[in-house]
C-alpha cells in the first residue's frame, strides 16, 4: 500500500488486504485517515489494475498524493510501469505519463517539483523475491515526463528513501538474497551517489520517517520474524542511534511524518501475503522542545497492507 499525506489527512491506496482474498487479495481501495478526527473512511476507487508492493516512500507535493509501479497481474510481466495521483480535497484520481522502466517495490521520495524512483525489482513475488534494480528515475511533476538518473552505486529493492536538504537518502534493502545496511545518498544538483555511516540492522522493507536532522529507519525484514527496530540518523553527525521500538513489528509499511510525529499504517505480519490494519505514531521528542525518544499509539482502525 502507497501511504502518504496532505495536511491532516493521511491517504492509503492499493494494496494486499487480507480482507480481499475473495477477490484476488491486491485491490484498488482508497482509504483516508483523518488525524484529528482519529477516524477513518474511503475516497473514490484507485484507477484499475488492482495491485500491490508500489513504490515505497512519502510521494506527495502540494494537495497531490502520487501512486508509482507495483506488482500486477493486470501489468505486463507482473510489474507495472502505472503512475497514478489522487487530489485530497477534489477526491479524484487522474493517470500520468507511465515510467520508463515496469517494477515493483522501488523506493521513491520528492525532491522540489521532481519525484525520483530508485532500484525496485522486475517481480512482484514478495520482498527480495526477484533481481534488484540500478535504475534511477526523475519524474517531472510539471511537465509530466520521465527523464534518467545516474543509477544506484549497488541494484537494491523494498529500501527506503527520505529527501532532505535537497538530498535523498536511500536506506538498506536487498538484492541477490542479501540484506543490506548501506545508507547512500543522492545530490540531484550533480547527479551523484555518496556512502554514509550504515544502519545498525541491516533489513529490507523498512519505512524512513523524518524530524529535523534526523531520520528514523523503522521496522522491516531481515529473513526471519518481522522487526520492530526504530534507529535513528542523525544527518549533521552521520551517526546512529537507538530509539523506542515500534509496538508492531511489520515490513511493507507506509509512513507519514506530520509535524512532530511519524506515522506508520498498514503492512505486513508476519510476513508478505499476511496483512495488518496496525496504525501506529511515534513522537520522537515528547513534550518538545525536550528531547528523548518515546512513542504513543493510534488508535484508528483501517485495513492494513502489504
Same mark, same amino acid.
Given at each position: ?72 497481474g493486470g501489468c505486463a510481466g507482473g510489474v507495472c510501469d502505472n503512475v ?14 507511465? *515510467? #520508463? $522502466?515496469?517494477? &515493483?517495490?522501488?523506493? /521513491?521520495?520528492?525532491? +522540489?517539483?521532481? @519525484?525520483?524512483? =530508485? !532500484? %525496485? ?11 534488484a534494480l540500478d535504475v534511477v528515475e526523475r519524474y517531472d511533476i510539471h ?55 550504515? *544502519? #545498525? $540492522?541491516?533489513? &529490507?522493507?523498512?519505512? /524512513?520517517?523524518?524530524? +529535523?536532522?534526523? @531520520?528514523?529507519? =523503522? !521496522? %522491516? ?86
Open positions: 500500500m502507497t501511504v502518504g499525506g496532505v495536511g491532516e489527512v493521511i491517504v492509503g491506496a492499493y494494496g494486499f488486504s487480507r480482507f480481499s482474498r475473495l477477490v484476488g487479495g491486491d485491490q484498488r481501495l482508497t482509504r483516508l485517515y483523518r488525524i484529528n478526527r482519529n477516524s477513518w473512511s474511503l475516497g473514490a476507487p484507485a484507477p484499475a489494475p488492482s495491485r500491490g508492493e508500489q513504490a515505497y516512500g512519502e510521494t506527495t507535493h502540494g494537495d497531490f498524493f502520487y501512486v508509482i509501479g507495483g506488482r500486477s497514478e495521483r489522487y487530489h485530497v480535497a477534489r477526491n479524484t484520481w487522474e493517470t500520468l505519463t507511465p *515510467m #520508463p $522502466t515496469p517494477r &515493483a517495490a522501488a523506493a /521513491a521520495a520528492v525532491r +522540489g517539483d521532481a @519525484i525520483y524512483v =530508485i !532500484g %525496485g525489482r522486475e517481480g512482484g513475488d514478495g520482498p527480495c523475491g526477484a533481481d511537465s509530466d515526463s520521465w527523464s534518467t538518473a545516474a543509477p544506484l552505486p549497488r541494484p537494491r529493492s523494498d529500501a527506503a528513501a527520505v529527501e532532505h536538504g535537497g538530498r535523498v537518502y536511500v536506506f538498506g534493502g536487498c538484492a541477490g538474497g542479501e540484506f543490506l545496511d548501506d545508507v547512500v545518498v543522492y545530490d540531484p544538483e550533480d547527479d551523484t551517489w555518496s556512502s554514509k555511516t550504515p *544502519m #545498525p $540492522t541491516a533489513r &529490507a522493507s523498512l519505512v /524512513a520517517g523524518h524530524l +529535523g536532522d534526523e @531520520i528514523y529507519a =523503522i !521496522g %522491516g525484514w531481515a529473513g526471519g520474524p518481522p522487526l520492530d527496530v526504530n534507529e535513528v540518523y542523525d544527518i549533521e553527525s552521520d551517526s546512529w542511534s537507538t530509539a523506542t521500538p515500534i509496538p508492531t513489528g511489520r515490513g511493507e509499511a507506509g509512513v507519514y511524518s506530520h509535524g512532530d510525529r511519524i506515522y506508520v499504517v498498514g503492512g505486513s505480519l508476519p510476513g508478505f501475503g499476511a496483512a495488518t490494519d496496525a496504525n501506529e505514531v511515534f513522537e520522537p521528542h515528547p513534550g518538545a522542545p525536550g528531547h528523548g525518544h518515546g512513542h504513543d499509539r493510534g488508535h484508528g482502525h483501517g485495513h492494513g497492507h502489504d
